[in-house]
């Protein structure tokens, strides 16, 4: 299915992050997005909310966050392809419906434009840690997708990549920009319609009498209907049957949420989405990822210039984490520089992943401005030893 | 006998319930404690459902979480068992996203007047194209008695041991405030009055409100030394007074006291859609392009 060209901004454009992440939601064919302003995240809304009205779809400045997610819950079983958008502080609040999202296979997109925390933190300014909480936010078991762009240009691309998984795995989808992405202007360029393939909502065939709601296909993903198809079905948050009635014992709970982690870990190596340069022989290997991926460039050709060898891996979806690579690279090299906005998240999983194969050290910082690429080549020279 | 011979002999001997037609009857028997008011709040609401006309397929039905907020379960609507406090802005999604749909939030004062109670005010106020019935107990139910929004001064729950001394809410007055187009407030013993309530509230355009008020035998009546379910029914009939159009300020419930009941407010004003589609309409001209086909309110 290609995108609508009512809804593409075809040619070459001058956007922040923000605005591109808009344009690449409405490519996607996103008909409704619930927000509540917060920043550096509003862009997105506020250009939402103007080209909403000449192209179709609906915008809503609900009263808060946790509003905000429910009503995109409600939006996607009442057939729209739906998003929110947040930062740190409302990501907080959102979790317990994105946890709603992942129970009832609602297909929806949040964007999380991260700042410093913890708290109010730093409003303006720019922040990577909300990266365990994207994966662990919610309460409960459960497993979704997560992609991080480095640049407006891929604002776009990953918003229609973040539309597409959802619909495929029916799971929340999460885009974890920062602030420096989402307000930092360049060059756009939006290709014509029939160049975006997108993927459809798994809407089932069969009739009321044959259909079960949660009775999943062979790759673990049920397929939908929408509120008003005539169905007559129930959907709960409660752990449920094929039927979606409630079931409250432990065996109900074994099958569902197995299947609800399943049904993405099964696919997490076609879940690899990562940008790589000269890892082929390199003896460290710099991992980062949104705006601190683009700081690392100037300490990495530094240390290429005094004849390191060092590769560039940057993982664009960055859950499911992907360990197989970081394991394959972990047996041939001397070390990896995590180079993060937070004191040690991500890095956490690398480690877990070369499985003491070899060195990781990371470079932290705490939010608010970018690192300096001077304590990046530092780590690269130690890790080289 | 037979298997055939023992559905015959059931066919013959078991009467089937008016509304079997429109409950999920594989998920019966319910949850709720003997005596409980939902049972006859959810009897209310299907006969206002078959009184209203409104296409049972484009109906669909949000709750939250609670005793109430197990209604959505048992309703054969497309139906959805959200979480706490979050059926009105999940509703809000849902009208949204299908227009055409009849949205009915069903859910209790913990969940729609606690927890919830900033979206209420924000959906009454944008007039969003929802029913709304809130069944009041005065308690939190499920989580085993503790102190609501709605509890009455002085009334004993278990996080309130010594009498709760917060001032409660007055739901119709507050529904009112905020901007709701339509307000009732009925006891579960009303049944055919709270019918009617229901249907003109599923009739009206906008954002409709019934407050329900309900016995809860096990935990409100126990902890407060009112008697069983039927006594409290019993008191209901003695102390409610109907009061159409009664001024706002007189609907407070105080701890066993007189209850007013009634229509209260019933009046016009544009739909959030509605509101929206008009502006828009207005100043972009041609260049608005709705949604989905129209999306006016059906």
Same mark, same amino acid.
């Given at each position: +299915?290609?995108?609508?060209?009512?809804?593409?901004?075809?040619?070459?454009?001058?956007?922040?992050?923000?605005?591109?992440?808009?344009?690449?939601?409405?490519?996607? =064919?996103?008909?409704?997005?619930?927000?509540?302003?917060?920043?550096?995240?509003?862009?997105?809304?506020?250009? +939402?909310?103007?080209?909403?009205?000449?192209?179709?779809?609906?915008?809503?400045?609900?009263?808060?966050?946790?509003?905000?997610?429910?009503?995109?819950?409600?939006?996607?079983?009442?057939?729209?392809?739906?998003?929110?958008?947040?930062?740190?502080?409302?990501?907080?609040?959102?979790?317990?419906?994105?946890?709603?999202?992942?129970?009832?296979?609602?297909?929806?997109?949040?964007?999380?434009?991260?700042?410093?925390?913890?708290?109010?933190?730093?409003?303006? #300014?720019?922040?990577?840690?909300?990266?365990?909480?994207?994966?662990?936010?919610? &309460?409960?078991?459960?497993?979704?997708?997560?992609?991080?762009?480095?640049?407006?240009?891929?604002?776009?691309?990953?918003?229609?990549?973040?539309?597409?998984?959802?619909?495929?795995?029916?799971?929340?989808?999460?885009?974890?920009?920062?602030?420096?992405?989402?307000?930092?202007?360049?060059? *756009?360029?939006?290709?014509?319609?029939?160049?975006?393939?997108?993927?459809?909502?798994?809407?089932?065939?069969?009739?009321?009498?044959?259909?079960?709601?949660?009775?999943?296909? /062979?790759? #673990?993903?049920?397929? +939908?209907?929408?509120?008003?198809?005539?169905?007559?079905?129930?959907?709960? =948050?409660?752990? &449920?049957?094929?039927?979606?009635?409630?079931?409250?014992?432990?065996?109900?709970?074994?099958?569902?949420?197995?299947?609800?982690?399943?049904?993405?870990?099964?696919?997490?190596?076609?879940? *690899?989405?990562?940008?790589?340069?000269?890892?082929?022989?390199?003896?460290?290997?710099?991992?980062?990822?949104?705006?601190?991926?683009?700081?690392?460039?100037?300490?990495?050709?530094?240390?290429?210039?005094?004849?390191? /060898?060092?590769?560039?891996?940057?993982?664009?979806?960055?859950?499911?984490?992907?360990?197989?690579?970081?394991?394959? #690279?972990?047996?041939?090299?001397?070390?990896?520089?995590?180079?993060?906005?937070?004191?040690?998240? +991500?890095?956490?999983?690398?480690?877990?992943?070369?499985?003491?194969?070899?060195?990781?050290?990371?470079?932290? &910082?705490?939010?608010?401005?970018?690192?300096?690429?001077?304590?990046?080549?530092?780590?690269?020279?130690?890790?080289? /030893? | @006998?037979?298997?055939?011979?023992?559905?015959?002999?059931?066919?013959?001997?078991?009467?089937?319930?008016?509304?079997?037609?429109?409950?999920?009857?594989?998920?019966?028997?319910?949850?709720?404690?003997?005596?409980?008011?939902?049972?006859?709040?959810?009897?209310?609401?299907?006969?206002?459902?078959?009184?209203?006309?409104?296409?049972?397929?484009?109906?669909?039905?949000?709750?939250?979480?609670?005793?109430?907020?197990?209604?959505?379960? !048992? $309703?054969?609507?497309?139906?959805?068992?959200?979480?706490?406090?979050?059926?009105?802005?999940?509703?809000?999604?849902?009208?949204?996203?299908?227009?055409?749909?009849?949205?009915?939030?069903?859910?209790?004062?913990?969940?729609?007047?606690?927890?919830?109670?900033?979206?209420?005010?924000?959906?009454?106020?944008?007039?969003?194209?929802?029913?709304?019935?809130?069944?009041?107990?005065?308690? !939190?139910?499920?989580?085993?008695?503790?102190?609501?929004?709605?509890?009455?001064?002085?009334? %004993?729950?278990?996080?309130?041991?010594?009498?709760?001394?917060?001032?409660?809410?007055?739901?119709? !007055?507050?529904?009112?405030?905020?901007?709701?187009? !339509?307000?009732?407030?009925?006891?579960?013993?009303?049944?055919?009055?709270?019918?009617?309530?229901?249907?003109?509230?599923?009739?009206?355009?906008?954002?409709?409100?019934?407050?329900?008020?309900?016995?809860?035998?096990?935990?409100?009546?126990?902890?407060?030394?009112?008697?069983?379910?039927?006594?409290? @029914?019993?008191?209901?009939?003695? %102390?409610?007074?109907?009061?159409?159009?009664?001024?706002?300020?007189?609907?407070?419930?105080?701890?066993?006291?007189?209850?007013? $009941?009634?229509?209260?407010?019933?009046?016009?004003?544009?739909?959030?859609?509605?509101?929206? %589609?008009?502006?828009?309409?207005?100043?972009?001209?041609?260049?608005?392009?709705?949604?989905?086909?129209?999306?006016?309110?059906?």
């Amino acid at each position: +299915m290609k995108a609508d060209p009512k809804r593409v901004l075809t040619g070459a454009h001058y956007l922040d992050g923000d605005h591109a992440a808009a344009e690449g939601a409405l490519a996607a =064919g996103c008909t409704f997005v619930a927000g509540y302003p917060i920043t550096p995240s509003t862009e997105v809304v506020e250009r +939402m909310a103007e080209r909403f009205p000449g192209v179709g779809g609906i915008f809503i400045q609900m009263e808060d966050e946790l509003g905000s997610m429910a009503a995109v819950v409600g939006a996607t079983w009442g057939g729209s392809k739906s998003m929110t958008v947040t930062s740190g502080p409302g990501f907080s609040l959102m979790m317990e419906n994105i946890g709603l999202a992942c129970m009832m296979e609602a297909p929806c997109v949040v964007v999380d434009v991260q700042r410093g925390g913890p708290s109010t933190g730093l409003p303006t #300014l720019p922040g990577q840690a909300d990266m365990m909480q994207a994966k662990w936010g919610s &309460h409960g078991d459960y497993e979704l997708v997560a992609l991080s762009p480095n640049s407006p240009q891929e604002a776009f691309w990953v918003l229609i990549k973040a539309f597409n998984l959802s619909e495929r795995f029916r799971v929340p989808v999460l885009v974890m920009m920062d602030e420096c992405v989402g307000h930092m202007t360049e060059k *756009v360029v939006i290709p014509e319609a029939d160049q975006i393939e997108l993927y459809p909502r798994r809407y089932t065939e069969l009739p009321p009498e044959k259909y079960l709601p949660f009775k999943p296909e /062979k790759d #673990l993903v049920p397929q +939908m209907i929408k509120a008003g198809d005539g169905y007559k079905i129930h959907v709960t =948050g409660l752990t &449920h049957d094929e039927r979606g009635y409630p079931v409250m014992t432990w065996e109900a709970q074994e099958k569902l949420v197995r299947r609800l982690v399943e049904k993405i870990r099964l696919f997490k190596d076609e879940l *690899v989405d990562i940008e790589e340069e000269q890892t082929e022989g390199a003896d460290v290997v710099v991992f980062s990822y949104g705006i601190s991926s683009r700081v690392s460039i100037p300490a990495i050709q530094k240390a290429r210039k005094e004849g390191i /060898k060092v590769g560039y891996l940057r993982p664009i979806i960055v859950w499911p984490f992907p360990e197989k690579k970081i394991y394959e #690279l972990a047996q041939k090299i001397k070390g990896f520089v995590v180079v993060e906005m937070n004191y040690g998240q +991500m890095v956490l999983e690398v480690e877990r992943a070369t499985k003491g194969k070899t060195k990781t050290i990371l470079v932290p &910082h705490g939010g608010g401005w970018v690192h300096e690429p001077e304590d990046i080549y530092k780590a690269i020279k130690e890790a080289a /030893k | @006998m037979s298997e055939v011979q023992l559905k015959k002999k059931k066919e013959e001997t078991e009467e089937e319930h008016p509304m079997e037609h429109l409950l999920r009857m594989e998920r019966m028997p319910h949850i709720w404690c003997p005596t409980c008011g939902i049972g006859t709040a959810v009897t209310a609401f299907l006969m206002a459902l078959e009184k209203s006309q409104i296409p049972l397929k484009d109906t669909a039905i949000v709750s939250g979480i609670g005793c109430t907020g197990r209604v959505a379960g !048992y $309703v054969k609507l497309d139906s959805f068992h959200s979480t706490h406090g979050r059926a009105i802005p999940f509703a809000t999604g849902l009208k949204l996203a299908n227009p055409k749909l009849k949205v009915v939030v069903f859910s209790g004062d913990g969940d729609i007047m606690g927890i919830g109670g900033n979206h209420f005010l924000h959906a009454a106020r944008r007039n969003m194209d929802l029913t709304v019935v809130c069944v009041n107990n005065f308690i !939190y139910a499920m989580t085993g008695g503790q102190c609501a929004a709605t509890t009455p001064v002085t009334a %004993n729950t278990s996080t309130s041991p010594y009498g709760n001394f917060e001032q409660p809410f007055s739901l119709p !007055y507050l529904a009112a405030s905020c901007g709701a187009v !339509y307000v009732a407030r009925w006891t579960a013993l009303d049944v055919r009055r709270l019918a009617k309530s229901l249907t003109e509230a599923l009739q009206k355009k906008g954002f409709s409100f019934v407050e329900i008020i309900c016995p809860c035998s096990t935990l409100y009546a126990r902890r407060n030394r009112l008697g069983t379910g039927l006594d409290l @029914m019993k008191f209901y009939h003695d %102390n409610s007074v109907i009061k159409h159009g009664a001024d706002l300020s007189e609907l407070d419930i105080s701890f066993q006291s007189k209850i007013v $009941v009634g229509k209260f407010i019933d009046r016009e004003r544009p739909t959030f859609i509605e509101g929206v %589609n008009q502006g828009l309409r207005g100043v972009l001209k041609d260049k608005f392009v709705e949604y989905g086909g129209p999306i006016d309110d059906d």
